[in-house]
């Protein structure tokens, strides 16, 4: 079974014309974890392709600046240089499994599928290198002028263009956002993070970490990271959110600051005003400035697992 709700949170707020799109990757989903045939093919591509397990380097200097060891799990090694990769692959696998020859994006894939990636305008200008990379690997990039030019808009642009080929084509939603089953989905083959830096914290320390930390926009590479340690009470989870110009100002901190609000079809924290409409978000980083955050996430933090 994928979980559709984290506590009163997730859930599909999405037009009827996506609703048999959203049961039929559910299903796909709930079989293809299980298809040993699957995993393989995914293991091997997280291996020969993205370049897996990436090492946990402990940071000496940092650590006698802070006075405690400090691991940093070293995404950036991974092919295309961020963790975003691990989940692109996965559901470019399954978009394959379900017969779907089409996949939209905000992030880059591969298997041989024509692939669209929406971007921000000045997203594709702050993430230039990223977009030289995946136009080198086969993706078209579309650029999007609305609104703030950032993540939110370029979402929004790719559920525009779902809605309209959804027979073809499979949403390759880059967090761990969106309606079910997507949360789940990004959360467990983004989980692969934290399944290594779990083994290889007992490897190099024998025992676990103090603290699990890591930055939280929509929150992939967190609750990725979280996941393999939410059972492990002595170890606190702490997720760090874009302050921006401060929480009075305009800021990317949805869970420190937000409220309960629907974006992009699921129910989150999220920044909305008075009305319930949506905030322009801000951060220095293109990955931060989204104004709203994963389900799951707005659930740890109600029940005061992460803070």
């Not at 992009?264 to 924290?269: D, I, K, P, Q, V």
Request: proline share 4%; with cysteine; glycine share 12%.
């Amino acid at each position: 079974m994928v979980e559709e709700r984290f506590g009163v949170y997730g859930g599909r707020y999405v037009p009827e014309v996506l609703v048999p799109a959203l049961d039929e990757l559910s299903a796909a989903w709930a079989a293809a974890r299980e298809d040993s045939g699957f995993r393989g093919e995914l293991d091997g591509l997280l291996r020969d392709y993205v370049g897996r397990p990436t090492p946990l380097y402990r940071a000496d200097r940092l650590s006698e600046r802070i006075g405690r060891r400090v691991y940093l799990k070293r995404e950036d090694l991974a092919h295309t240089g961020a963790h975003k990769i691990n989940n692109a692959v996965g559901q470019a696998l399954l978009a394959r499994e379900m017969g779907k020859a089409r996949v939209i994006a905000e992030t880059g894939a591969v298997l041989d599928l024509e692939c669209v990636v929406y971007m921000g305008t000045e997203d594709i200008r702050r993430q230039a290198p990223n977009v030289e990379r995946m136009r080198l690997l086969g993706a078209e990039v579309v650029p999007v002028e609305a609104g703030a030019r950032t993540l939110k808009e370029a979402v929004s642009a790719a559920i525009r263009d779902w809605v309209a080929n959804v027979r073809t084509t499979h949403y390759i939603i880059g967090s761990a956002v969106g309606p079910a089953p997507y949360p789940a989905l990004v959360r467990d083959l983004q989980r692969v993070i934290g399944d290594e830096a779990r083994r290889q914290a007992l490897a190099a320390e024998g025992g676990l970490p103090a603290r699990v930390i890591a930055c939280v926009g929509g929150g992939s590479n967190a609750i990725g990271t979280f996941y393999a340690f939410l059972e492990d009470r002595e170890v606190e989870l702490i997720g760090v959110e874009a302050a921006g110009e401060g929480l009075d100002a305009r800021h990317g901190a949805s869970l420190v600051a937000g409220t309960v609000g629907v974006l992009h079809g699921a129910m989150s924290s999220v920044l909305a005003d008075e009305q319930g409409q949506i905030l322009e978000a801000h951060s220095v980083s293109a990955g931060l400035d989204y104004p709203g955050v994963g389900p799951e996430h707005a659930h740890l933090r109600d029940t005061g697992r992460a803070r």
